[in-house]
Structure formats: C-alpha cells, structure tokens
C-alpha cells in the first residue's frame, strides 16, 4: 500500500498512543471538574438571590457566545499578560472546564426543572427543607434523566480537546503534528489518529445508548 | 363519638381569617376553622371551590397573604406583629411541616427510593431517627395499609392504589399530629377507591386528627365526625355529617349534594 507507510506507523505508535493517552487524561480531569462545577452554576441560575443568578447567566452566555479555540488561546496566551501564568494542561483543562460547565449547567437546569412539582411538595410536606430536598429528591432524580445527554456531551469533549493543541498540550493531534513536521506521513498518521478517536468514541456512544435505554425503562426491582 | 366530646379537647389545627389570592382570583376568602383532637373533618364542595388550596396553605406549601395558623397551639410559619409578617427561618416552617402529614391527589412518591426507601427517607434525614429504628416503624406501618410484602417495590411498580396506600403510611412514618388528605381518590381508577378509604377510616379509627378534602360523600357521611361545605372561597355550611346530608340549611349545599348524589 503507497499511502498508508506499516512501517511508519509501527514507529510511531507509540508516541501517538502516549498522545492518546493524554487526550483522555485531559478529557476526564474536565469530565470530573465541570459535572461539579457545573452543578454550581446551575444551582446559582436558580438563586433567589438576583445578583448571583446575573453573574452566573452572564458567564453562561459569554461562555456560549464566543468559540472554544478563542477560550483556549485567552487562557494561555492573553492571561500571562495580567499576570496570570499557566502551563498548557492547566490552562487546556481550565478553558475546557469553564466552556463545558456553561452548557452542562443548562443540561442539569432542565433536568432539575423536569421534576414535577409534587416531589418538592411531598418533600416539603414531610418538612425537608430546600436544601435537604434538592439533595436526596430531586437532584438524585435529575442527574439520572440528564445521565445520556451529559454522556454525549463529553463524547464531545473528548472530541475537542483536539483544539488543545494550539496550547501545544501534547495530545494525540499535537503528536501527529509534530511528527509529520519531521517524516511528511500525514496519511499514516492522521489516519492512526483518526482511529484512535474513533475506537474510544464508538464505543462510548454505545455506552451512552445503553444509559439511554436505562434511564428510560423507570425504576424498577432488580431481577435476580 | 358525639359533638360534645370535641368542645372539651383543644384544637390541632386552628385557622383564623385565611386570605389567598391566585393573581386577581381570590380563592380563599376568610377562612376559619378550627380541628379538634381526634377529629375527622371532611372538606366538600365544587371544583374551584378553594378546598385544596385551603388544604396546602395549612401546610404551607400556598403561602395565604392574610390569616393565622395554629398548629397544636402554636403560630405556624409567621409572626404577624401590628400588621407586618415576620415569616418564620425555612427551619422553623419546616419543623412545623413535619408535625402534619400530607397525602396527595398523585400520590407523589418518591420513584428513586423503594416503598420501604420513601418511608424511611424523612424520618431518617429529618428526625434523624436511627435507621433501624426507622426500618422497623416502615415495615409496621407497611403491614398496617396491608402491603408488608412490597417493602422492596419501587413505586412505578405498584397499582395506583397501592402507591397511595405507600403515601399514606410514608406520612404516617413521621408520627404526625395531624393528617391532611387532598382529594386522595380523586386519581384512581374506581375498583382502588374501596381500599385507599379502608385505611383511612382504620385511620380515623385509632383517632388520629384528620383534614380531608375528598369528593366521596360517603366516606365523608360514614366516617367524618363534621362536614364542611365551601364554595367560592367560603366555609359556606358546617355541621355533623348527618345533618349536612339529610337536612341541609343552605340552598348552594342542598344544590351542589343533588348534584353529585344523582350521578
């Protein structure tokens, strides 16, 4: 085969497999810190005190309102000029983190939202209060409705951290580049690329389907 | 039991001058009432009538923008000092919320828990009784409202009057001074009816204080020691279960028991 080099690719296995390796490193420090994060927010959009609930939507929007590649490049190169010094996984980890809060707050706020308004009155009513309700009814209840779609979210994710590479963190895309800098493969190696990517999403959106099918089929006795 | 018997206990649940508004409909329009120890007062009246709303500001899950509320003697949810509210911390409202049980037209369960699960979650996380102790009380009470064998259910696995069998033993668990009933039958398919109203006069019959707006005018004729007719935001009649229904003094309650008696 002309295009696809076996030699090369055995050569640069390795090093494309470490990228891999990063990429889904960086992928699941984001995937813990905004589904907590985002959490906050949404439960700050649903303050009753106002100011919190201006700052919060303002930051959702502006997060929503400008590109992901733009976060990455204002994290790592514009903040050093106020002062704010990172390494590229910080920084790629902290713009994932914030973008990806933004829309996942969204996600739980409709999620806690689809709680119908008689668990807050059974809860209410048994003298739970706020606080105690939205933490053993309703949020309990919440996370599993959004479970699916937070998992196609960070199939996205996993997709974008992609972009990290203009912050030369070294994942998988970064890798290729700087290998094809130096032997011009880019067939072998953005095609292995590509396959790596799609031998952890593929499977991981079956894994999504089958929380979808779950989540749906209710609460129910496990079966022995 | 007969009339006189009430006038010598003291009242659970009192209210004085209930005002509620929905927008610019006003729902309730100076409500006063008072339940007695042991009592079992039924609510009837048309749909609209504000029966219900009446029901959840005892409860304060409506908040009534003028009136009182005495739950076991003491001032529930507000102070009211030379005209002006002072609403009560979210903890105090809470901790009188706990002390009335609340049964609801859909029964609302908690689906994520068991049957066993939505009994103990309260007293476990609001009493902060052991769970144990706790486990023990759900599994008797479950046996009382007769389903000792679905302790380990979840709630969408149960007939609609199992569910609110569960929700009545749920409010039970709490050991409450008083238990309100919101149209309790109202969403079950008529063959579950029977047994939902079972556990309720067992209920009445151990003397627990009971609050129940419903649309069964037998059970409320059999099993109520007062009936109360309200329509339009008004207790528009009140009096004993047989003279309310065998001799009604007010033209709106002989018109509107002609109406649900013929069906």
């Known amino acids: ?224 | 039991m007969n009339d006189s018997d009430y006038l010598a206990r003291p009242p659970m649940i009192e209210i004085e001058g209930l005002h509620k508004h929905f927008g610019t409909h006003h729902v309730l329009k100076g409500i006063d009432l008072a339940v007695t120890v042991g009592e079992v007062v039924c609510i009837i009246g048309p749909s609209g009538s504000g029966k219900s709303t009446l029901l959840r500001c005892i409860n304060h899950l409506e908040i009534a923008e003028r009136g009182r509320i005495r739950i076991d003697g003491q001032l529930a949810y507000r102070d009211e000092v030379g005209g002006v509210f002072r609403p009560h911390s979210n903890r105090a409202i809470s901790a009188v919320r706990a002390q009335v049980g609340m049964v609801f037209q859909h029964f609302n369960l908690f689906p994520h828990l068991t049957v066993l699960g939505n009994l103990i979650e309260a007293p476990v996380h609001v009493l902060g009784k052991p769970k144990e102790m706790a486990r023990q009380r759900g599994i008797e009470l479950l046996a009382q409202v007769g389903l000792g064998d679905k302790a380990n259910a979840y709630p969408e696995e149960l007939s609609g009057g199992q569910q609110q069998r569960v929700a009545i033993a749920r409010a039970l668990a709490m050991d409450p001074k008083a238990m309100l009933f919101d149209e309790v039958t109202s969403a079950l398919d008529p063959e579950l009816v029977a047994e939902v109203l079972t556990v309720m006069r067992d209920l009445a019959a151990q003397g627990m204080t009971m609050l129940v707006v419903t649309h069964e005018m037998n059970f409320a004729r059999q099993v109520g020691s007062r009936v109360i007719f309200m329509d339009h935001g008004l207790i528009v009649e009140e009096d004993t279960p047989d003279r309310i229904f065998g001799a009604p003094r007010e033209p709106r309650t002989r018109d509107f028991l002609r109406t649900v008696l013929e069906r």
């Not at chain 1, 000029?81 to 739980?108: P, Q």
Request: one cysteine or more; a positive charge; hydrophobic letters at 55%.
């Open chain 1, 1 to 224: 085969m002309e295009l696809f080099n076996l030699e090369v690719a055995v050569a640069n296995f390795g090093p494309l497999l470490a990228g891999l390796l990063m990429t889904v490193e960086l992928t699941l420090v984001v995937i813990v810190l905004s589904l907590v994060f985002a959490l906050l927010v949404a439960l700050g959009g649903m303050s009753r005190f106002a100011p919190l609930r201006w700052l919060v939507k303002s930051y959702v929007e502006v997060m929503r309102g400008t590109p992901l590649l733009l976060q990455l490049i204002y994290v790592y190169y514009v903040l050093p000029e106020i002062g704010i010094r990172l390494d590229s996984f910080t920084a790629g980890v902290i713009a994932l983190t914030l973008n990806y809060s933004a829309y996942l707050s969204e996600v739980y706020r409709a999620g806690i939202q689809a709680i119908a308004r008689g668990q807050h009155d059974a809860a209410a009513a048994l003298g739970m209060t706020g606080v105690l309700a939205m933490r053993r009814i309703i949020l309990p209840q919440a996370v599993r409705i959004v479970l699916p779609t937070l998992g196609n979210y960070f199939i996205g994710l996993f997709k974008d951290t992609a972009l990290c590479s203009v912050v030369s963190i070294q994942e998988v895309v970064f890798t290729a580049q700087i290998l094809a800098a130096r032997n011009f493969q880019y067939f072998t190696l953005y095609t292995i690329v590509g396959i790596m990517y799609f031998a952890v999403s593929f499977p991981a959106a079956r894994f999504v389907g089958y929380l979808e099918r779950v989540t749906k089929s209710g609460y129910r006795r496990k079966r022995s």
